[in-house]
């Protein structure tokens, strides 16, 4: 299975403010660390706000942070949130629907990929903070 650009970005997101957890970042700070697009960004971090997993803070001090603790992040979650997951193919409107034995082998496919990312959270990813802000520093 491929992730999406907007998984990537989304995950992307949450190591950099794991990282940084003592401040508040901004989304420009953000795209320059990656060398990404800041309208890209700014449409997954609004959704990740909305969500819970960031925290948005308004004003002249504002910024982003995590929505709450990185080991209670899960990415599990994440990925059901950002890639949609419940139904990886359409098979509604399909004329073999009734007689065709590929959805709940996509189902059980999905849950073991996505079982894997259930075993870990943010923190799982940030372990090396140092590392991460040198990175960041550097580029």
Do not use: W
Request: aromatic share 8%.
């Amino acid at each position: 299975m491929k992730l999406t650009r907007y998984t990537d970005y989304a995950i992307r997101v949450m190591i950099y403010l794991g990282s940084h957890e003592a401040k508040i970042c901004s989304i420009k700070e953000v795209a320059d660390a990656y060398g990404i697009s800041q309208n890209h960004l700014m449409k997954v971090v609004q959704d990740l706000a909305k969500a819970g997993f960031v925290e948005s803070i308004r004003g002249r001090n504002g910024g982003i942070r995590l929505g709450r603790p990185a080991a209670s992040i899960n990415l599990g979650s994440l990925l059901r949130h950002t890639e949609g997951l419940d139904d990886i193919l359409e098979c509604s409107s399909c004329s073999i629907r009734p007689g065709c034995g590929m959805p709940p082998i996509l189902r059980e496919a999905t849950a073991a990929f996505v079982g894997v990312f259930d075993r870990y959270s943010v923190a799982d990813i940030i372990e090396r903070k140092d590392v991460l802000r040198a990175f960041f520093a550097a580029a």
